[in-house]
T-cell receptor, first 118, second 114 residues
Framework: AQSVTQLDSQVPVFEEAPVELRCNYS??????LFWYVQYPNQGLQLLLK??????LVESINGFEAEFNKSQTSFHLRKPSVHISDTAEYFC????????????????FGTGTRLKVLA | NAGVTQTPKFRILKIGQSMTLQCTQD?????MYWYRQDPGMGLKLIYY???????DKGEVPNGYNVSRSTTEDFPLRLELAAPSQTSVYFC?????????????FGPGTRLTVL
């Protein structure tokens, strides 16, 4: 069975400092990897995804994540955070192949609450 | 496109009451999902649907029912509300044929059962 672990439930960081949000997954088969962001009182939005190819993927707002197959990790990083990055971040995986029902089921981590301090 | 819309945004129920959470998407996605989000627990899949007329249970289906009569709509029904169903409910949709399996989420319904 697949699982996703986000060890840090909360990460406080000062504005303009770098941040890394950790995500480790467990799977016996290949998976697709995602980071979603949830701003206060909103739904989840896709931040970035790894499907194949380059192991370093970037978002339009300066976040990046690197797929490390040997360490089964997909950590999210940003070199300099802004107050507006305050949100909850969820790591998720889905199998490459659909289940017998034909769906692609997602497994979400428990989330990391990033709080950027002035 | 409005994307995924959910109604209501907030609701307070008494124990034993029933209600339907509405979800509609206008992206012609085949797949739709209902999740609940509890603090510190991430998102748990309640039910999902691969197309009109086809639904299946997720991780935490007890106490809920769904139907999918059209591609656009995927309502979630609570028959006998219990305090354990206090949560934030998210509907999502996806179409693996485009967008690399990204799920599109609605804004959520915050439900309190007292």
């Amino acid at each position: 069975a697949q699982s996703v672990t986000q060890l840090d439930s909360q990460v406080p960081v000062f504005e303009e400092a770098p941040v890394e949000l950790r995500c480790n997954y467990s799977s016996s088969v290949s998976v697709y990897l995602f980071w979603y962001v949830q701003y206060p009182n909103q739904g989840l939005q896709l931040l970035l995804k790894y499907l194949s190819g380059s192991t370093l993927v970037e978002s339009i707002n300066g976040f990046e994540a690197e797929f490390n197959k040997s360490q089964t990790s997909f950590h999210l990083r940003k070199p300099s955070v802004h107050i507006s990055d305050t949100a909850e971040y969820f790591c998720a995986v889905t199998l490459l192949a659909p289940a017998t029902s034909g769906t692609y089921k997602y497994i979400f981590g428990t989330g990391t609450r990033l709080k950027v301090l002035a | 496109n409005a994307g995924v819309t959910q109604t209501p945004k907030f609701r307070i129920l008494k124990i034993g009451q029933s209600m339907t959470l509405q979800c509609t998407q206008d992206m012609n996605h085949n797949y739709m999902y209902w999740y609940r989000q509890d603090p510190g627990m991430g998102l748990k899949l309640i039910y999902y649907s691969v197309g009109a007329g086809i639904t299946d249970k997720g991780e935490v289906p007890n106490g809920y029912n769904v139907s999918r009569s059209t591609t656009e709509d995927f309502p979630l029904r609570l028959e006998l509300a219990a305090p354990s169903q206090t949560s934030v409910y998210f509907c999502a949709s996806s179409s693996p044929g485009t967008g690399g399996f990204e799920q599109f989420f609605g804004p959520g319904t915050r439900l309190t059962v007292l």
